[in-house]
């Protein structure tokens, strides 16, 4: 046996793939599932009605193609009420499931042949909205499907097992608000062969260890087992799982310890992106309020991630606002400020600004770093209520990640002004050295 686990390193990247186009055939077949029903119709605990069973069989009599390879899924479509019959044990009735789910072609999720309504809001197969994630080994995006491909083959005609630890995951594009949902594709019930199209290629054991320990080249293993080579029939129960969440945080994660400072504005785009899809709001506004190494908060930040909201929109000088506002309480008492309306506080230079650009709704909460508070996470909305107290479980996921980036920019900001103070200035009383850093 060969266990292979370098094909889920951790530095591999996700990227959208044009469409759901799969480089092995796969055949629609019902044949597999069909056996498997009427071996559950014919023991004693199969619980499936005699009537049911007598509809099923004159079907398959009368229309003897159900049990061929099916090429044209059109074919299915005046035996519906067949369908939903053979499948009901593991399709809930669409008007009682919201579960998203769907019996399809392998590795196709798009090609159903019955899904509830939920899983068929979800896959719009006749647009681009519905999006299969690819991985990236070294800058070559792949179809992870083919990951497990190979290892259905090499596990059937070659006795090996190749570990596949990557879910096949997708992004669906809400054309409406512009937001992703990431789901997981979970398959089970896999009723479903390999037949192989030509005679099996010998793969010598060492060749075939030389390739798995390698990152996985799709041209390498098309040479060796060309997917023109096998045909995948039959049948898969496809699931959809939730992961926005997870995989926006995870996102977000790289977007932020991998920002080029060369492209600043653009890596300020896919952050804000990503938190607006983690908190399903296409309005969402993000700022970060840093705090320097003596205590102050940056007011002259230009950088657009590390920009305060609020400083942003405020066309006066901060002397006139700052004191007794909601920065100065959070720097003093370190807890966290939900304001669901704007409109219910009293008044205050720094309230009238943010509602005047369009903002209602605040949560500023501070983030720390080895117990020393170095900035303000800042989401606001113009929806009132939008973000509440439930928010700060998906922001508490996001602290850590923001207070490695946020050190990593406070520590470059602080070089910077050393530099200055060295080159522009000389030795300096430390008495007065706050006012010589003031004005480098």
């Known amino acids: 046996m060969i266990a292979h686990d370098s094909i889920s390193p951790s530095n591999v990247k996700t990227h959208l793939l044009s469409s759901w186009e799969f480089s092995f055939p796969v055949q629609l077949h019902l044949k597999m599932y069909i056996e498997h029903w009427r071996a559950v119709a014919a023991s004693s605990d199969g619980n499936i009605a005699e009537e049911t069973q007598s509809r099923i069989e004159h079907e398959l009599r009368e229309f003897p193609f159900l049990l061929e390879p099916i090429e044209d899924l059109d074919l299915l479509k005046p035996h519906q ?4 019959l053979l499948f009901a044990p593991v399709i809930p009735h669409s008007g009682f499931s919201r579960l998203l789910t769907g019996v399809t072609k392998l590795f196709i999720p798009t090609q159903a042949i019955i899904a509830t309504k939920a899983y068929r809001d979800c896959v719009q197969s006749t647009t681009d909205e519905f999006l299969l ?8 995006p792949i ?30 594009v809400d054309h409406q608000t512009g937001l992703t949902r990431y789901f997981k594709l979970w398959g089970q019930g896999q ?22 320990e390698q990152n996985f080249d799709t041209t390498v293993w098309a040479k060796v087992l060309p997917p023109s080579n096998f045909v995948f029939s039959g049948i898969i129960q496809t699931s959809l ?30 952050v804000r992106e990503e938190i607006r899809n983690l908190f399903r709001l296409k309005d969402l506004k993000l700022g970060i309020a840093t705090l320097q190494n003596d205590g102050e908060f940056n007011f002259i930040s230009r950088n657009p991630l590390w920009n305060s909201l609020l400083i942003s929109e405020l066309a006066i000088d901060h002397a006139t606002w700052y004191p007794a506002s909601i920065y100065e309480e959070i720097k003093s008492s370190g807890q966290t400020i939900i304001i669901e309306d704007l409109q219910k506080q009293k008044k205050h230079p720094s309230f009238d600004a943010l509602m005047q650009a369009g903002y209602n ?8 770093y080895k117990d020393r508070m170095i900035g303000v996470l800042e989401l606001s909305t113009p929806v009132t209520g939008g973000i509440n107290g439930l928010a700060l479980f998906k922001i508490n996921q996001l602290k850590p990640i923001f207070a490695i980036a946020m050190t990593r920019l406070v520590e470059e900001f602080e070089t910077k002004v050393e530099k200055i103070i060295l080159q522009q200035f000389t ?3 430390p008495a007065v050295q706050w006012r010589f850093r003031e004005v480098a």
């Open 427 to 429: 030795s300096i009383h």
């Open 361 to 368: 709704n605040l949560i500023l909460t501070p983030v720390h």
């Open 241 to 270: 799982i939730d992961v926005t969440t997870e995989h926006a945080v995870t996102r977000l994660e790289h977007h932020l310890l991998n920002i080029s400072h060369l492209d600043e504005w653009r890596g300020f785009s896919l």
């Open 143 to 172: 179809d992870v499907r083919l990951l497990y491909a190979y290892k259905f083959i090499l596990k059937k005609f070659y006795n090996y097992d190749f570990n596949v630890e990557h879910p096949i995951t997708t992004a669906l």
């Open 133 to 140: 994630m690819g991985l990236s080994f070294s800058g070559n």
């Open 81 to 84: 009420e067949f369908i939903d």
């Open 191 to 212: 009723y479903f062969d390999i037949l192989p199209l030509a005679p099996l290629p010998d793969i010598d054991p060492h060749k075939l260890q030389a390739m798995l």
